[in-house]
C-alpha cells in the first residue's frame, strides 16, 4: 500500500519519499490510520518490520495537528504548550519509552529523519549514562517528542524537572522486553504522571501474560493489529546450526565463519559482558576490525561503536542481548550466536539484525552438548528446526546431538503462542499442548489436562458397593466396627487396662520419695567472708589452694600462709 493513501500530510509525507519509502509495510498500513484516529492499539510484529515509522509518522501528525494547518510553530503568546516563557518547564506532547539505550536513539533517529521538513521540530532523548545537565536543558521549554528510557525518566519526574501533564501520545515501544528488565513499576509510575485522556499505543511481540495484564491497565478499549508471530518464517533469513565439539572447536569453527568472503559485516553475541570482551580482543589479535558492545559501556564509547559499525569501519561488532534491539545497520550479513541467549524469545531478536531491508541474511547458531536444551527451546518456540550444516575440514569427531524437531504451530492452544494458559508456558515437561478430540487440549504426555476432557470415572468403572467382594469370602469373620468387641473407654475393662490406681501406681508422695531438707545458710557452717581465710569445712580452697576472699590476704609478691606452710610469689610459682 502506497503512503500516499495512508492520510499523512504533505510534510510528512514528502519526509517519506526522500528516506527512499514508497510503499509502506504491513503493519504501518494498519496501524497509521488508525492511530492517527487517536484509538489506542495493541501491535504485535516482527522485529524489522517497520514497526518504528507506524507510530513516529503519527506522532508528528499530532504535532502538526496542534501547531496548525499551515504547519508552522505557533507565536509567543498564542497557546500555553508552544508558547515559550522563560523559566516555565512545558514538557513533551509525544512520549516514547524504549527498554534500551540503542532503540531509544534508533527511535529518535527516524523521528528527525520524518520530520525534517516541520520547522522547529524539538526532540530529546533521556538515556542512562548521559550527562544530566544536557537532558535537563532538553526538558526545559517547548518540547515535541521524548525518547526515554524508563529509569532514567523516573530520576528527572522525582527531581521535578520533567512534566508530563501536556503528553497526547505515550508509546511502548518492545513493552514485553521493558517488562522483562523489571519496568513495570517504572511504566506504571510514568503513565500516572501523564493525563488519562492520553492516546496509548503498545508494541510488543505478544501480548500474553504480564504484558497483557498491563495493557489492560493502560489501554481504552484499544484495537489489536497482528502482524506477524515468532512462529513465522524468516524468508530472507537462512538459519544454521554448528556443532562443536568443545569451545576450542568452537573457536576454530568461529574463525572459519569470519574468514569468508560473501561476509560484509557480523554480529557475534556472547551470553556475558566479559566473553563479550575477551573474544572481541581475542578477534583483534588475529587482525579483525571489531570491537565490543555490552551495557557496561559508556553511552559515549557505545555512540562511537554503533557511528564504526554504521560507517563500515567495523567489520566484526561482538555484542551481548542489549544491541538485539535497536540496532538497524542493512550491511549485516551475518549474526552468529556464538553463546546462546537466557531466553528463546532474544533469539528471534538476535537473527533480526540480518536481512533487513529486503536483504539475504545469514544467522549462525554454535552449539556445544551442553546447550541442547537452550536449542530445543528456541526450536519449540519458533516452531522451526533449525538445519545442521558442516565446514569442510571442521566436521565435530563426536556424535551430534539429536534434538526432535518441534511441533507444528497449529498444535498449540488459540489462547497463547507457547501454552495452554498464553503465559508463554509450554505442557508439563516442556511438551507444548496438542489439540485432540474436538479440540480438547492435551499435555504432551497424551493426558486429558483439566476438566474439559475429563470423562466421570463411572463411565468404565463399577463402584464398590457393587462388584466388591472380601478378600477371603463372606465368611471371613468381618465386622462392623460396633460389633468386634470395642467398647467405650471407660467400660473396657475386660481388656486388661485398670485405672491408675489399681495397677499398683503410687503417688509421688507415698514411693519413698523424701523432699530434701535444706539448712538455713547460718546453720550450716556458713561464715562471712572476711571472717574464713578458707573454706567452710576448714580445707583448703579447690585443691589445697588458699582462699583468696578472706581479709587477710597479701598483696601481689607477698607471703601468704596455707596448710602447707608459707608460700612466697603471687600468682603461680
Not at 5 to 12: E, H, I, M, N, Q
Request: charged residues 25%.
Amino acid at each position: 500500500m502506497s503512503f500516499e493513501t495512508l492520510g499523512l500530510s504533505p510534510t510528512v509525507l514528502q519526509a517519506v519519499k526522500d528516506a527512499g519509502y514508497e510503499n509502506a509495510t504491513e503493519v504501518q498500513a494498519q496501524a497509521i490510520p488508525a492511530a492517527i484516529a487517536n484509538k489506542d492499539l495493541m501491535v504485535s510484529s516482527r522485529t524489522g518490520s517497520g514497526k518504528t515509522a507506524a507510530f513516529i509518522l503519527p506522532a508528528l501528525e499530532k504535532i502538526l495537528a496542534a501547531r496548525g494547518d499551515n504547519g508552522k510553530r505557533r507565536q509567543d503568546g498564542e497557546g500555553p504548550v508552544q508558547g515559550r516563557v522563560r523559566g516555565v518547564i512545558y514538557g513533551p506532547k509525544i512520549l516514547v519509552l524504549a527498554p534500551t539505550r540503542e532503540l531509544a536513539m534508533q527511535v529518535a533517529k527516524a523521528a528527525q529523519t520524518y520530520g525534517r521538513f516541520i520547522p522547529g521540530l524539538k526532540v530529546a532523548t533521556v538515556l542512562g549514562g548521559m550527562p544530566y545537565p544536557l537532558q535537563i536543558r532538553q526538558l526545559t521549554g517547548p518540547l515535541d517528542i521524548l525518547i526515554a528510557t524508563p529509569g532514567r525518566l523516573i530520576d528527572h519526574i522525582q527531581s521535578g524537572k520533567c512534566v508530563l501533564a501536556n503528553v497526547e501520545m505515550l508509546v511502548l515501544d518492545e513493552a514485553d522486553r521493558m517488562l522483562d528488565m523489571g519496568f513495570i513499576d517504572d511504566i506504571n509510575l510514568i503513565a500516572g504522571n501523564t493525563p488519562a485522556e492520553r492516546q496509548t499505543v503498545m508494541f510488543s511481540a505478544t501480548f500474553a501474560g504480564h504484558v497483557g495484564r498491563l495493557a489492560q491497565q493502560l489501554l481504552k478499549d484499544p484495537e489489536r493489529i497482528e502482524v506477524a508471530s515468532h512462529t513465522d518464517t524468516h524468508e530472507n533469513i537462512e538459519q544454521r546450526l554448528h556443532w562443536a565439539d568443545n569451545p576450542h572447536h568452537k573457536d576454530q569453527l568461529l574463525e572459519a565463519i569470519l574468514a569468508q568472503p560473501e561476509l560484509d559485516q557480523a554480529v557475534v553475541f556472547t551470553s556475558t559482558q566479559r566473553d563479550a570482551d575477551w573474544l572481541a580482543e581475542r578477534l583483534a589479535e588475529i587482525g579483525h576490525a571489531v570491537a565490543p558492545l555490552h551495557g557496561a559501556m559508556p553511552q559515549g564509547k557505545r555512540n562511537r561503536v554503533l557511528m564504526g559499525l554504521r560507517r563500515g569501519d567495523l567489520k566484526v561488532l561482538v555484542a551481548t542481548d542489549v544491541a538485539a534491539r535497536g540496532i538497524d545497520v542493512p550491511t549485516i550479513s551475518h549474526v552468529i550466536n556464538y553463546g546462546l541467549p537466557m531466553k528463546a524469545e532474544d533469539y528471534v531478536h538476535r537473527i533480526g539484525r540480518t536481512g533487513r531491508a529486503g536483504r539475504q541474511g545469514l544467522a549462525i547458531t554454535l552449539g556445544l552438548r551442553d546447550d541442547v536444551s537452550m536449542i530445543r527451546r528456541i526450536q519449540q518456540f519458533t516452531t522451526q528446526t533449525i538445519p545442521v550444516s558442516h565446514i569442510a575440514g571442521l566436521e565435530p569427531k563426536t556424535q551430534e546431538p539429536r534434538i526432535f524437531p518441534p511441533r507444528p504451530a497449529g498444535s498449540f492452544d488459540d489462547r497463547g503462542p507457547r501454552g495452554h494458559f498464553g503465559g508463554g508456558r509450554p505442557g508439563f515437561g516442556n511438551k507444548p499442548f496438542r489439540r485432540e478430540d474436538g479440540g480438547r487440549p492435551f499435555h504432551g504426555g497424551g493426558k486429558p489436562f483439566g476438566d474439559r476432557g475429563f470423562q466421570p470415572r463411572n463411565d468404565g468403572f463399577q463402584p464398590r458397593q457393587e462388584g466388591f467382594q472380601p478378600r477371603g469370602g463372606e465368611d471371613r469373620g468381618f465386622q462392623p466396627r460396633d460389633n468386634r468387641g470395642f467398647a467405650p473407654r471407660g467400660d473396657r475393662g475386660d481388656r486388661g487396662f485398670a485405672p491408675r490406681e489399681e495397677r499398683g501406681f503410687q503417688p509421688r508422695e507415698d514411693r519413698g520419695f523424701q523432699p530434701r531438707e535444706f539448712a538455713p545458710r547460718e546453720d550450716r557452717g556458713f561464715q562471712p567472708r572476711g571472717d574464713r581465710p578458707f573454706n567452710a569445712g576448714g580445707k583448703p580452697a579447690f585443691g589445697g589452694k588458699p582462699s583468696f576472699g578472706g581479709g587477710d590476704r597479701p598483696a601481689f609478691g607477698g607471703e601468704r600462709r596455707g596448710p602447707g606452710g608459707p608460700r612466697k610469689g603471687g600468682f603461680g610459682r
